[in-house]
């Protein structure tokens, strides 16, 4: 029976963005439940050698994870996958699945997981992280050993070129592993912005909608497929004029990202009278983005060290982050790289059954709080990223300060973790920067005593806003009251810069305001020293600068100052800039 | 057969990396090499084994090899162990 190709329209949000044209593949969920199934006498030897393939066919697997991972995101990010080869091929915990499999006569699978049950449950009674880690690490192995064993979905055919996965949800190995088979976007029906696989495919920009009432039984592979991960819809068996719509969209976007980013000229950008804007990349994971970052000498004005914990599902022990860091900053050593401390809580730990469940995440345990109360595992990143600091490229950034109390303990521990290295010789920066987000209003207020203190400033106008106003942005119910433009956040951002002048300490911009357009002339105007943006704005705000007349704007930045209302700054803001023409540089460049 | 008793030093305790490390030292060897922890004895070249442990600072593991190599290998792993597989604090 020739099943005909239905037109299908599914809404759903963009967790990482972009436009494909492609083909459907469904994935669907492999068996969760392990059965016991009788195995008789005569079947024996070949349930063992079943065990034997599921075991190569994995380690394959796990050797070109661990390949691709070192090409694309580093040494460190492939020791996870050397952790799971070694439990792969364990030969003693497989000779005893074997031995059971004979004597109680079943199935591979369930005996194996039987064993791997035992084996993690001590592990996951631990109070140490790190410990409970482990089972994380054995139970990748195992379910990918299991799905081997199991044979039914999830086998690696062969995926033609553009194939666009549809499945319940994806981990972070499997979108790696997918990418490397030229996949070119996701549809899941699980996770969220901050997920681990939201993470690793906005790093490696591929683009993922979540649709939460997928009905994949409903779906079917090779279907003409459009993926609008900016609108977040994706249309299976498109008509004709979709398809061309889309084709029209996607070359208006203009070539990709990374290309645009290697055609820029003149970093930092000048504005038309000449001021020097310095520009930098917010990074989470690293990927081709950083690459050309470092390439181009584009500094990282804020590197989320959290990832780390967000894609292991753990906090990474000091030698691996280590690891990180060094890399970076040799990556980067022609510029430099702002840490900023595991910032954790709120909404970055979902996942994890350790932390604390609260009434309020978005004013608790969140930023810096966990970690001055996790001392020694505030101390090992430190430690991590001193040692990586002989290059004097890197700075510390401190996330959530709310009080002087929160900075001086942070310093105290700082100060014993460079104490703990000189005394065992270690080179590191002596004088490394340590500087403060201010995302808290009580920071701005106190700055006074607090500013002078600190060695930098970066303004996390996401978190500042949303204290500033009350206003929860991810709250569909509020979220209209959220506004970076709302006069009271510009009045606050004026506030920190005058103090940040008068105690002579230079201030950026790190949330997404640093990569508006709009709000350029204000922050041009306030003379911010770095604006540290998501990589895809960094292209046309530098185009933008190029067109600002630096000494034209303080009427504006007054007018919207004196504003009383959000639409009022936003209207002011609008007429700046659709004021300012599209004027040729000398020696036509237009960047 | 050599028996000792010694102690897991580092911070982090047994967790993988360290966990690594000691199965691939004691492979290096002939002999049979058997840890155990309280009432759990376990082989030492399985990484499984060593990883049910679950043996954090401070517990207290004896150590057992027995084989044509023994005094090497248990030199080696003794010195693994009491280094604290290298770890810097």
Redesign the interface.
Known sequence: MKTVDRHKVIRGKPIAGGIVLGTSRVVLPGETQVTEVAVPNAALAAEIKSLELAVKETVSELDDLRESAIKKMGGPAAKIFEAQLMIAQDEEFLGQVKKDIKSKKLNAAFIYNEHIKRATAPLKKSADSYIRQMALDIEAVASRIISHLSGKTRKNHIIPPNTVLIGKSFTPGEILSYRRQKVIGFVVAEGGPDSHMGLIARALYLPVVISKDLNLSKLQSGQAIILDAIEGKVILAPTPEEISDYQQRRKRMGPALITRIKHLKDIPPKTRDGVEIPVAGNMTLPGPAEEIMAEKNIPIGLYRSEFLYLAGGTFPDEDTQFEHYEQVARKFAGSSVVIRTFDLGYDKMSADEAWPHEENPALGWRGIRPMLEMKSLFKDQIRAILRASSRKNLKILLPMISDISEYDQAKRLIAQVKFELKKKRLQFDENIPIGIMVEVPSTVLIADSLFPKVDFLSIGTNDLTQYILAADRKNAKVAGLYSPFHPAVLRMIKMTVDKAKIYGKPVSVCGEMAGDILALPFFIGLKIDLLSMSPNRIVDLCRTVKKIDSSLVQPLVHSVLASSSTSSVIKRLESFKNAIGSRRQKGNHFE | MIKRTTKVTN???????P??LL?TTATKFESQFFISKDSIRV?G?????V????A?MGTELTLEVDGPDEIEAMAEIVKIIESGFG???
């Open positions: 911070r982090l305790g047994l967790h993988a990396r966990a690594a199965v082989n070249k399985s990484i499984m084994g990883m049910m442990l679950a954090e770890e810097t604090s």
